[in-house]
Every structure is written in structure tokens, then in C-alpha cells.
């Protein structure tokens, strides 16, 4: 080894910076948290956009209830993505987070740590407790939602106990009122007995649960079809008519059975295989054989046959009670399963409700809110649970000789979605949102359709298909921790006193002093002026009780927060929230606008996907597959779990495990150490001006970079503009490991090491790296926030440059780096370079070389390519990393498929450079400097001509 290895080491340009490889983001990204919050980096980045266009998205409340998990730190990542890339667009792009702080499973914290001694408690006191539990969880998960680098107005977010909030609700309420969309009605409705209230649709669950399946033989009265009593003889009280039902407990509640008044029905008569009597009834023709089959009855015969519409006014008897009812006609009775008749119970189902009104039914629901039979139902019910009467009921009926077969049934089931229980179908006095009043529907769908964008687009499809089939929306609760349907009772009469213009006394009144008013004050000192009723005229009244669903809360934050304080514009740019908001909040919200406003509050829906493990099951404690989103981001920061985020396509469900998180780490890791080779080569480009730079002295591969990177630039602006995150990071990590890892800053090195520090080669080189980290950081900063500021910070920008990267908009493509021709060019080029890299493989295996740089290349090219390929031999060489390329001319290219370069290689020939350790003939050539190459020479002879020392 020479003696003056050691001082030309020290003249080679090894890249330096502080910018550290290992990341350390657990303790780096909360101090620079900090560091946002100290600057106020959300309000500097406010007042730089004033003035600009303005995108807002709305932020979906959350509930203010546990420590956030994977689904909700999704969400709000994605969110993040989407207001900072709109920022980095140019727009400006307000974010005010929210959380819904009204509803049950707050109240059933607070009443279950309460226990007996909640029964002491007013419902105002009860309120009191859970502001306190609402309001602790409000900044838990503010706390970890702002750990996960998502920047809005934190200090001032909306909360749906806000009074401003609650006036803005209470004000919707009045616009429907106005519109006349409201109104009260004894109608069946969703009931969860464990909760004691009513639910919406929005708030059910579905999932498996056994039944018993009935088939009950109802003992006919009359109007039975004359010619089927002639051919058997018979009267019409010798018949039955058979139902089937899978809810024994409803049958008290029974008042009709529907027929389809186009469908067959056939008079059967049969011997019962237990009892050996024989039983006449009536059936759908089209499933006597499989009703019969079912029991096993071999000896049965059809009587005679009638359409539907001939039995309507048919009567019959109830099986246990002394009762006698019509046969009446529906158009939603089928002979898919059952009996083609269907068991009526106007209290206790939609449709049989509906039917009911038609015929004037009487609406009977004998079970009070804890699901247990009242005084109405037979003394043999009276207090037992619904769902513990069904045994019961099919006793009785068996033993009195009207059940012709029980089986257990498999079905989907509603179930309450706090308490996760069964639910049940129940008459009661509740509110309404009528959605076929003044056509709220037709217009909602036609918003919908025309006035939307939706990402992905089959959002569109889903809410649609929801809103066509919507029944009438029950907006009343009967729980204490809400906002009050402000409705006033005659203590006259009982009528309800509830209009557009008494319910904006209330909001005038809760945006003053807040809902609690209304719990917490006599009635006569909260009455609207010259209050009477509308049926009596009377002027006493009581407060009632119920108040409005939570969903009617959370939807009507387009008044309360976007037209209302927080002054953010109406309509919103976009709504983002997971796909069950479909059928909740996008739907509440929409139903709600347009009722009041006549137009849908957002512009645009972006839905995501439910997070799952990486076998595609959902997450649950049961199961032991939940990742917390709390313990990942202390472990491994949350720019890795933003990345792993972002590498997702959320329009299906997102797969979320610790092997997933394992490989965002390390693609995180590339990019990162990416970076800090970018910034290691730039430590002394701060000491001249980028734009001194003479661009002529760029070397062809710089403009062939430059025109890939503007390649990068329209791509991932183009997935940020169509809000596809995992584009922008597949398209920006390809780019990151293929173009510049494995080949750009590979050839780069020798250049940047070896040339001149301050010498045009070197700089020219530097002014490319410092383009590429510009434009990459700027690119990154929404999805990696934390090391894209981390990584700004250490690169000076000059005059016009923001500090924060935050504060920067996305770059633009430089047209000057765009050139056809050279990329066509340059794609020969790489496919020449594959083919000479494959061929050093088998030198290296055997060990002929060690590097690249010891190969002597032969490449034979087809005619179409050798006059380029010559042309750019010197140029195949730097890419290669080689000590030379001799092309020689072949046979014409193959055919697609075969191999259109042949090469050659051999260990070189040539010297060793001991400070570039390249190949070059002109090794040794310098007396002075024998052991090194022609450049070598000139560098550090230049070098010590500028320091003698």
C-alpha cells in the first residue's frame, strides 16, 4: 500500500451529516410535536394560506369514550393525509376535529359506577357525572390523536355538549319542523330492552341467532270460499288458517293475517300423524307439498282453490285469546318460506304496522320497556321476558291442539350495537323524521347522484340503496344524556306542543345557558312566550322526557359547526369516514341538510374500510389479534404506522398486523437513510447559491434524473388530487429504491466523492441531489410529517423557502427536464445495463472479480442500437460502474422475449486507482502520483495547490 494512502483518503468528499440513521421517532416525534405547538405551526400555516381557496373536511366526531384504537387512528391518519395534501396544494384547508359527547354508553359508564346510588340522583345530577366522563376522554384521545402527528385546532376542537353545538342541533330540529318532516306517532319501532330505549337503523347490528319456527293453526270463523265447504261438506268453523312465524312471544299481540291478493291458496284437509285428526286449513298452494313434507304427512289433499284477494274479510279466532280478526291483503307476502299467510301484529313489525293503518288495525303491544309481558297479555305471560315467554307460548299451543310443528330456526337477527343484545319490534309513542314527507327521500337521492363526488365511487351505490329503503327516521330516545326534544305536554289534554318557532325559543335558550336548562329549571321559567296548546288552548304544560337521537346530533354539525361559530363554510369540500357511516353519519347528516337546507352538506365522501388482521378477521380481544394503535405508536412511531397507512388501499378493508407494521419499518428505513445520503453529500452546499449553478455543466445521467423526478412529481400529485395514498407511496418508494437507490446514487458516488469539492462536476451533481431532496420532502411531508420537518430542517432553502415544509406547497414540474427522445434513449441504456450487470453475477460467483469496477465489458448490440450505444459507450460504462465497454455490432433483435444484448466480461486489464479504486488506463501515468488516475491526479494536485499545508 502506498505511504500516501492515508492523506489521499482524506481528500476524498465522504458524505457528513447529523441527519441520524437510526430515526428514534418514539422520543424525536413528540419533541417536535412540541415544537409545532410552541411555533404554532397550525395557525402560521392559517394566516400563509388566507385569502386561497378553501377545501375543508369535516371531521366525523368520534366517541369520547376509551383510548382510541386502530379504526379510529386510521381514520384520522387518512384525514391528516387529506387536509395536508389539500394545504400543500395551495388551499386552504382548516381541520377543527370534533367528538360526539352525548349518548348511552357514556351514561351507562357513569350509571354503572354510580350503582345503587343512582337512584338518588336527578337526571340533571346524572348529566353532571357524565359532562365529567364525556369531557376526560375528550382529551385522552386528543392526546393520542395529536401523538399521531394529525394537525388541527386541538385547543378549540367542537364537541356536541357544546351550547353552540347544542343551539345548532336544537336549530335543524326547527327547519324540519318548519318543513313538516317531524311528527310524533304510536309506531313499532326498534327497541333494546336491555337499554330501555328506541334505536335507529343505524344502531343495529346483525348477526346469527336460533329462533323457534312456528306453524300455527288459526281456527277460522268465517268466509271461508263457499265451494270448498260444499265439496267437503263442511263449515266454515271446522277450518284453520296456518301461519308462520320464527317471534311466538308477538302472537298476543296478533290482529290479522295477510294474504297476497295475487297469489294462489289451496283448502287442504290432512290426517295429523300424532293425533290422527283430521284438519282442514288453508295454505299457499305453492308450498303445500313442503308444509306437508315437513311433518311428515303422507295422507293430505287440496279441496279446492281461491286467489288471496277472495279470502280478504275472512275471520278467524286467536288461539289463546277471546279475539276474532280479519284476514286482510299485503303485497309483500310471498311463498319464498312459510305458509303464504303471514301472522300480523301491527305493534311489533314495519310492514305489519303499515298494513294495519290500511285496514285500521288496532295496535297492540302488551310489553313494557324492559321487554316484559303487561297486564294486557294473558295472565300466563304477565311478567315474564319476551324471549323467555316464547317456551311458553308454544306449550300453550301445543297443549290446546294449535301447533302443527316447531323447529328451531338460523337467522339473521337485529341486535343492539352497545349492548350487543337482541332486539325487539315495539309500539310506543316516539318522533319522527317522515323521509317520504315533502319528498325528502327523491331529493336526497337526487343530491346523491348529482351533487356528490364519492371515493371510491361505489359509495354512491351503497348509500342509495340505504336511503331507498329507509323507513321513517325515530329521532326520539329515552335516556337523559342528550339534547331534549324541547316538546311541551298539556297536563290538560296531553297533546304536544312542539313547532318551528317554540323549538328556536330553545335554541335561543340552550346557546345561552346550554341543554342542561332544560333538566335543571321549572318549566314556567323556560315557557315561550304565550305558549298554549294547539288542541285545548290550555297553558299549563310538563317537560317531556325523550331526547334526540345521537345520530340526529352528529348529523346536524353542518349547521352547528360549518354554518355556524367555527365559521368553516357550508357545504363542507368532503366528509371521510369508515363505509358504516353509510347507513349512519354520511346519512344522518344528508337527510338532515337537505330537510333544512335543501342540498347535501359535502361535496365529496371518502369512505375507508374496516381494519382487519392479516388473516381478514376483525379485531377483538376474544380472538387476540387487536394491535393497539396506542402501544404501536409508542414503539415504533407514528410515521412508520402512517406509512403502513398510506402503502394501503383503504377502499377495501385495511389488513392491519405486526408484520405489516414490521414492513413499513422498513421501507421506512429506506427512505430514511435515502435522505440521509441525499443530505450527507449536501453538507456544504449552503456555502454557494443553488441558482449559480451552471446548468450547461449537468451531466446527461442529471437530466435524465431530473426528468424522472418530474415523472415522480406529476404521478404522485395526480394520486394526491384522486386521494389514492397508497399511489402516492408506492409511486414515491418504487422511485426511492429502483431509480435512485439501486441505480442514480450508486453511479453518483464516484462523482461526488472523488471530483473537486468545489468543481463544476461535483456541483452539478450536489444541485441535482438538492432538487431531489426539495421536491421529495415536500412530496412526503403528508403522509411522514415528523422526519419530512426533521429532514427539511437540515438543509438551508434561502430566501422564499419556508422554515417548516408544512408551510410549503407541493412542487411543480420543470419542463426544462422533460425530453422524449433522452428517456427513449435512456431506456436502451438501462436495458443495456441489465444485461451487462447479469453478466458481472457470473463473475463475481467465481469469483474473477470482487466489484464491478474490475470488469472489462463486451457488449454485442443489434444494428438498430449500435450506432447509440457507441455513442454512449463511455456513458454505459459510468452507469455500469465498469473500467470500460467495447460495443460490437450483432444480429438483428430477436423477437419479443429473447435477449437483445449479448455481453462479454473479463477482469480488467488496467491499473487499480488507489483513491477511486476505478480501472483506468491512465493508472500510473504520474510520477508523482503513481498509484493513481488521470482525474485523481488533477483533483488532489488542485487541492494542494489550494492548501499547501
Sequence with gaps: MSTNAKPYKETLNLPATEFAMKANLPAREPAMQESWREHDLYGQLRRARKGSPVRVLHDGPPYANGDIHMGTALNKMLKDFVVRSLSMRGFDSPYVPGWDTHGLPIEHKVMKDLGSKAQALDRAEIRDLCRVEALKWVDVQRTQFRRLGVLGDWDDPYLTLDHRYEAGIVDVLADLLEGEYVFRQLKPIHWCTSDQTALAEAELEYRDETSPSLYVNFPMVAGVPAAWLQADGSKAEDWRAMIWTTTPWTLPANVAIAVHPDLVYAGVRYTDPESGQVVRTILGADLVAKVMELKKVADFAEVGRCKGRELEHAQYRHPFLDRVSPIVLASYVSVEDGTGLVHTAPGHGGEDYQTGRVYQLPILSPVDPAGKFTAEAPDWLVGLHVFAANPKVVAHLRESGDLYLEAPLTHSYPHCWRCKKPVIFRATEQWFVGVDRNDLRGRTLEEIRNAVKWYPEWGQARIEAMVSLRPDWCISRQRSWGVPIPALGCTACNAQLLTAETARHFRDLFRKE?????????????????????????????????????????????????????????????????????????????????????????????????????????????????????????????????????????????????????EASEAYRKIRNTFRYLLGNLEDYAKFDPSTVDLATLHEIDHWALGQLNQVVRDVLGAYERFEFYRVYSRIYQFFSVELSSFYLDVLKDRLYAEEPLGPDRRAAQYVLYKLHDVLTRLLAPVLPHTAEESWGYLPHGQGFPASVHLATFPEPDPRWDDPQRDSRWGVLREARDAILKALEGLRKDKTIGSAQEAAVVITAPPADLASLQADRDLLATICLVSEVEVREGEPAPAAGGERFRVTAARSTYGKCERCWNYRPTVGRDAEHPTLCERCVRVVTAQAAKDPA
Excluded at 353542518?558 to 368532503?574: C, I, K, T
Design 514 to 662: 346550554g341543554a342542561d336548562a332544560w333538566f335543571s329549571k321549572p318549566v314556567e321559567q323556560i315557557l315561550p312566550p304565550d305558549a298554549k296548546c294547539p288542541q285545548c288552548g290550555g297553558t299549563s304544560f310538563r317537560k317531556e322526557g325523550d331526547i334526540l337521537d345521537v345520530w340526529f346530533e352528529s348529523g346536524s354539525s353542518h349547521r352547528a359547526v360549518l354554518a355556524g361559530g367555527f365559521e368553516l363554510g357550508f357545504p363542507a369540500f368532503m366528509y371521510l369516514e369508515g363505509s358504516d357511516q353509510h347507513r349512519g353519519w354520511f346519512q344522518s347528516s344528508i337527510l338532515t341538510s337537505v330537510g333544512s337546507t335543501g342540498r347535501a352538506p359535502f361535496e365529496s365522501i371518502l369512505t375507508h374500510g374496516f381494519v382487519v388482521d392479516d388473516k381478514g378477521q376483525k379485531m377483538s380481544k376474544s380472538l387476540g389479534n387487536v394491535v393497539s394503535a396506542v402501544k404501536a405508536t409508542e414503539q415504533h412511531g407514528a410515521d412508520v404506522l402512517r406509512l403502513m397507512v398510506s402503502s394501503m388501499d383503504y377502499a377495501d378493508d385495511v389488513r392491519i398486523s405486526e408484520r405489516s407494521i414490521k
